[in-house]
């Protein structure tokens, strides 16, 4: 997944934006896979339903962490503007957006949009990584 966000970021794509949305399922390959052996090499072709579990959250919380720190070091070292370009990306998310919101929630998207503004702009390159950090968490759990 970190190559493919560092090749994204070589043809021009920012990185952390929907485009990683495409790539989720790498993780899910590894977690089937990671399962699928070990229920055949330790388990003698059965595994129980906890067991898989906590190899697969295991597996996805080792390749979180491992993800996060990768593009910490990539967004300190090699693309600094990494954090801006953040910001900057999902506040012209929520400008295109803003017309299919109000006709769905109403008026009170004007103050929601406010809020959501305000909190992305006091993002930091760390913040950022810990909501992806928690993202990848909460989308192996819900996969697992």
Not at 65 to 72: E, G, I, K, P, Q
């Amino acid at each position: 997944m970190f190559a493919i966000t560092v090749i994204l970021w070589y043809m021009g794509i920012f990185p952390l934006g929907t485009a990683s949305f495409y790539f989720f399922w790498i993780p899910l390959v590894f977690m089937f896979v990671a399962t699928k052996s070990m229920r055949d090499h330790y388990f003698n072709g059965t595994i129980r339903y906890w067991g898989a579990f906590k190899a697969q959250m295991l597996l996805i919380s080792s390749y979180a962490v491992l993800y996060v720190l990768l593009v910490y070091i990539f967004g300190k070292l090699i693309y600094t503007d990494l954090a801006s370009d953040y910001i900057q990306t999902y506040l012209n998310e929520l400008h295109l957006t803003k017309k299919e919101m109000v006709q769905v929630l109403g008026n009170e998207y004007e103050a929601y949009e406010d809020r959501m503004i305000l909190e992305l702009k006091r993002s930091t390159l760390s913040s950022i990584l810990f909501k992806e950090y928690f993202n990848k968490i909460l989308s192996g759990a819900f996969f697992a």
